[in-house]
Nanobody
């Protein structure tokens, strides 16, 4: 059974850091492109960061470029999103997702499996 479980969310002050984790089970993570998406209240789900199956390509939304870093550990079957210099506008539910597509899929429709999400709240 394919399963993704995010963790690491929480309440953090502006300027703080969080590392989100995505634990994969039921398959080998190295066969999949990984995406992190987020959805704030009243807004559409947006792509935050993506990494291709072969790890050669990454993408960051302009709003997080220079602050967020996507990575994976295929031995542990884990994906991560390191988030630094957090801003209030980063507040959202964050989801990890997996895609079998080659290249660098960047839209939700290209992703096959999703986690349940983890809440990130940036507030003083």
């Amino acid at each position: 059974q394919v399963q993704l479980v995010e963790s690491g969310g929480g309440l953090v002050q502006p300027g703080g850091s969080l590392r989100l984790s995505c634990a994969a089970s039921g398959f080998a993570l190295d066969h999949w492109a990984i995406g992190w998406f987020r959805q704030a209240p009243g807004k559409e789900r947006e792509g935050v960061s993506f990494i291709s199956r072969n790890d050669r390509d990454t993408y960051y939304a302009d709003s997080v470029k220079g602050r967020f870093t996507i990575s994976r550990d295929n031995v542990k079957n884990m994906a991560y999103l390191q988030m630094n210099s957090l801003k209030r506008e980063d507040t959202a539910i964050y989801y990890c997702a997996l895609s079998l597509l080659g290249g660098l899929p960047v839209v939700p429709q290209e992703y096959n499996y999703w986690g349940q999400g983890t809440q990130v709240t940036v507030d003083s």
